[in-house]
């Protein structure tokens, strides 16, 4: 039996009329009793009376209208939802990003995205690179944040920043800031880095490794909050994202330390999966964190 009978009768057995039934589902009234009558000749029963002002289901009729009025109630929720998000009244978006890459560059985006699309939800899960790229492969987030390169089939890549990368030491080595250095120069002090799997110490062991030396950090932090306050209290040389600590070095908290080699810059991506088009949701914040970058 076609689904379009179904739909008159729901209508029909609400509107309690043939008229206002075929008003209401754009079609003329002989459409509405004739797609009736065929579901009545389908079914082998008499779905309605006809009355003076209209018509009243059977007790047939009153049955099939108890099992099928859930499912197009489903449906008429379906509809409304499809149209809250196609005008962006609900949905929500999952990113990942390293804890620092959250905070510092993504959380400026998110509130002016909230501010224009309120009813958007957002949500966040935190991860080392490998980790995001495995979230974005199972599905777990729609939007990965994540340093540059990358070399992954499946991934699309769009150039979201353009960072800097420096040195910086606290109050102890202060005197390392007021003189150019070599990177061999470095090695005589202790170095603060991430861990072995993160892209910044990939990176550091890259830099070093373009003038012929090996680097291999003193102290292994998680966080860039951490490796700040290790370079501060004296515990060594940090490697860090120059955007990360421009309050310490514009307050005088922390000191950069200059080099005689042009550290290159790296750069910050989005990605997502090739295969699969993002939600209405994502692509309009995707949409927003690319117009929006700095």
Known sequence: MQLDLYRVFYVTAIEQ?????????????PSVSHAIKQLEEGLGVQLFVRTSKGVTMTNEGETLFGYISP??????????????LKNFKSGQVTIGGSDSTCKHFLLPHIQTFQDLFPEIRIKLQHGSTPQILEKLSTGLIDIGVIHLPIDH????????????????????????????????????????SFSETSSSRRFLKRLFQKQGLNVKPDIEVGSVELLIECAKIGMGIGFVTKELVSK????????????????????????TKKEIPLSLAATKFFTHLVETRL
Do not use: C, H
Request: no cysteine; net charge negative.
């Open 17 to 29: 009329n043939f008229s206002k039934a075929a008003r209401k589902l754009y079609i003329t009234q």
């Open 153 to 192: 089939d499946q991934i699309k890549i769009t150039e979201f920043l353009t960072i800097n990368s420096t040195f910086i030491v606290g109050e102890k080595y202060k005197d390392l800031a007021e003189s150019i250095l070599t990177l061999e120069d470095l090695l005589n002090y202790p170095i603060i």
């Open 248 to 271: 310490e070095l514009s307050e005088g908290e922390l000191f950069e330390v200059r080099l005689n080699v042009k550290i290159e810059k790296r750069k910050i991506g989005l990605i």
């Open 71 to 84: 499912a197009f109630g489903l449906i008429n929720n379906a509809e409304r939802k499809i149209s809250e």
